[in-house]
């Protein structure tokens, strides 16, 4: 089964959005710890729920990736997980509000591309490839 445009842009932005997170959250880790500070400042007085939130974020981040792998190799659960990361993203968004970031153009944007995001996962041209795979692997071997 070949990869169309729409996948392969699909996994090369969901790769770059999880690396993204993941460099990030691993920054803010380290900035929390004390073990490294910017400008002589870190992070270590910041809130516990903000905290949380940096890990749930480094969390989504690394199930990011994962799913992107599986995204790429066309594995069924690659594309179901594709949503749930874009879900959670979302939900992470709305975390973020609750525990008082402001809300912001940066906020609407992340939203609104992950929703387009769910909206090309469920494209025909990329939901069919994966219903063939599963289609593949339910039919009995020859």
Same mark, same amino acid.
């Not at 380290?30 to 490294?36: D, F, K, P, Y």
């Not at 939901?127 to 020859?142: G, I, K, L, Q, T």
């Given at each position: 089964m070949s990869r169309s445009l729409t996948i392969i842009l699909i996994t090369l932005i969901q790769g770059f959005i999880s690396l993204l997170g993941l460099v990030s959250g691993v920054l803010l880790v !380290? !900035?929390?710890? =004390?073990? +490294?500070q910017v *400008? $002589?400042?870190d992070l270590q007085n910041l809130s516990l729920s !903000?905290? =949380?939130l940096v890990a749930v974020g480094l969390a989504i981040s690394l199930f990011g990736l994962a799913v992107t792998y599986g995204f790429w190799q066309l594995k069924p659960w690659g594309w179901t997980g594709s949503i749930i990361f874009q879900i959670m993203c979302v939900a992470n968004n709305g975390l973020g509000l609750l525990a008082g970031q402001e809300i912001s153009p940066r906020v609407y944007f992340s939203i609104a591309f992950c929703l387009t995001l769910i909206a090309a996962l469920f494209l025909p041209s990329v939901? &069919? +490839? *994966?219903? #063939? #795979? +599963?289609?593949? $692997? &339910?039919?009995? #071997? #020859?």
């Open positions: !380290l !900035l929390i710890t =004390g073990a +490294v *400008f $002589s400042q !903000l905290k =949380g939901r &069919d +490839v *994966f219903e #063939a #795979a +599963v289609a593949e $692997s &339910d039919s009995p #071997a #020859a």
